[in-house]
């Protein structure tokens, strides 16, 4: 099966090192997408920067999926709240923990901590069943991942 798209959203703090959380998007989606950078203010006036990469070719998007290794993505695939990931849009959504992703490790976040917001665009057509595609995808993408040995760990 296949995605659409993937997008992925951190936001860095005005105390945080936005280098090596770029550093840490470039990692997760094998350097295969722009990062973009936005400054805002947070509601208490705090400056931040959010960041967001995107990867719209399907067969980019698919590559950078398999970059979750392949321990992650059949946890994922196998976890039995994967339907409570897919929403009414077909995207699957995951969160990573942003802390472990710049030491170079792929973790689910534990609810507070910062977070890696994704969202994967599921390629579902009618009389198909997102569940079923968003397991098939996540399979392939863990067989894909052991092929080429993904996630490649950060020296």
Known sequence: MSVHNVTWYATASGVAS????VAALNWLTGGEAEISREKVKSYHG?????????IHRKKAARESIAHLGPQFLGQIAQSDNLVDRIDDENILHIRLSLSSLV???IELSEGSEEQVKGRIKLEVYPGQDSLDNAREMLEASANRATKLGLPIHIE
């Open 103 to 105: 030491r170079g490790s």
């Open 18 to 21: 936005t280098e090596a959380i």
């Open 46 to 54: 705090v400056r931040m920067t959010m960041l967001r990469v995107q």
